[in-house]
Nanobody, 132 residues
Framework: QVQLGETGGGLVQAGDSVRLSCTVS????????MGWFRQSPGSPGKEREF????????????EYADSVKGRFTISRDNAKTTLYLQMNSLRPEDTGVYYC?????????????????????WGQGTLVTVSS
């Protein structure tokens, strides 16, 4: 099993920056891709929205949703125990519960839509609220 735990959420103002962290432990040898998804507070039954992904082994290939490109940066530490999401120039529409997720599929298979159903392990989520 893989255990994921997010930290770093909170209440911020539009234009602020926040860094989310996700600790990764357990049988990480099976992880090929890590990602961040989010879910708006008013849509608990809807599919989680893709935010960003990064390859977990080898080169750090990354992908971003158009809505966050140029503002968010995904990264990992060299020991592959922590995943990060640096969020800059935050907007009220960025408000939501942010989840980190691990997939056994490689980034090539996951392209282009990065569906949440293709990720096998999930953290409990951390709430980011951006006020205007």
């Amino acid at each position: 099993q893989v255990q994921l735990g997010e930290t770093g959420g909170g209440l911020v103002q539009a234009g602020d920056s926040v860094r989310l962290s996700c600790t990764v432990s357990g049988q990480t040898v099976f992880i090929d891709t890590m990602g961040w998804f989010r879910q708006s507070p008013g849509s608990p039954g809807k599919e989680r929205e893709f935010v960003s992904v990064i390859t977990w082994r080898g080169s750090s290939d990354t992908e971003y949703a158009d809505s966050v490109k140029g503002r968010f940066t995904i990264s990992r530490d060299n020991a592959k125990t922590t995943l990060y999401l640096q969020m800059n120039s935050l907007r009220p529409e960025d408000t939501g519960v942010y989840y980190c997720a691990a997939s056994r599929f490689n980034i090539g298979f996951l392209r282009p839509r990065y569906k949440d159903e293709h990720f096998h392990h999930w953290g409990q989520g951390t709430l980011v609220t951006v006020s205007s």
